[in-house]
T-cell receptor, first 115, second 111 residues
Framework: EPEVTQTPSHQVTQMGQEVILRCVPI?????FYWYRQILGQKVEFLVS????????KSEIFDDQFSVERPDGSNFTLKIRSTKLEDSAMYFC?????????????FGPGTRLTVT | RKEVEQDPGPFNVPEGATVAFNCTYS??????FFWYRQDCRKEPKLLMS?????NEDGRFTAQLNRASQYISLLIRDSKLSDSATYLC????????????WGAGTKLIIKP
């Protein structure tokens, strides 16, 4: 069964450093997403991406964040200058727009720890 | 008012019992509805989409009540492996792509 993959599984970084989280969505999917989940809290939408551009973003997704699809398979989330409050699980998801229910399938997540 | 509201639980249920969760959503224009399950420190996994006519998948039944703006999930003959947090998810107000997540209901199935 096709699945979304993410690397690394755990990233530890110092405050102020840049991090890049990587995702490989399901190959025939067209929409890509990033979510975050702070420990013990609910899943929060960050951004959606389609046709090589951002289609929607939340208030959380400020100028410190950027996304890119550098090639035909990878989808990345960059945090330019990490803050302590960026510590969370970051989930990538993808969906096939042809499926009318827009079901999104999640990767296993990257745990980001900012020290 | 929270956009998607769930009872956080935990629901402690004996194995074999039937358990039901409800979820309410605030935006009457929402178009898509889902139940996801999340195991501790794992990614959310799609359990089922929720259709207007209601739908069933094995031991799981989902219902949507648009008039009252709530979604339900019924689990029959619960198994130990059903222990997880169940997340109610609604297609966003202004788009079909942004999902709005409930905080989840924790279910613990006891032997």
């Amino acid at each position: 069964e096709p699945e979304v993959t993410q690397t690394p599984s755990h990233q530890v970084t110092q405050m102020g450093q840049e991090v890049i989280l990587r995702c490989v969505p399901i190959s025939n999917h067209l929409y890509f997403y990033w979510y975050r989940q702070i420990l013990g809290q609910k899943v929060e939408f960050l951004v959606s991406f389609y046709n090589n551009e951002i289609s929607e973003k939340s208030e959380i997704f400020d100028d410190q964040f950027s996304v890119e699809r550098p090639d035909g398979s990878n989808f990345t989330l960059k945090i330019r200058s990490t803050k302590l409050e960026d510590s969370a699980m970051y989930f990538c998801a993808s969906s096939d727009l042809l499926v009318p229910t827009y079901e999104q399938y999640f990767g296993p997540g990257t745990r980001l720890t900012v020290t | 008012r929270k956009e998607v509201e769930q009872d956080p639980g935990p629901f402690n249920v004996p194995e074999g019992a039937t358990v039901a969760f409800n979820c309410t959503y605030s935006n009457s224009a929402s178009q898509s509805f889902f139940w996801y399950r999340q195991d501790c420190r794992k990614e959310p996994k799609l359990l089922m989409s929720v259709y207007s006519s209601g739908n069933e998948d094995g031991r799981f039944t989902a219902q949507l009540n648009r008039a009252s703006q709530y979604i339900s999930l019924l689990i029959r003959d619960s198994k130990l492996s059903d222990s997880a947090t169940y997340l109610c998810v609604v297609g966003g107000r202004d788009s079909n792509y942004q999902l709005i997540w409930g905080a989840g209901t924790k279910l613990i199935i006891k032997p």
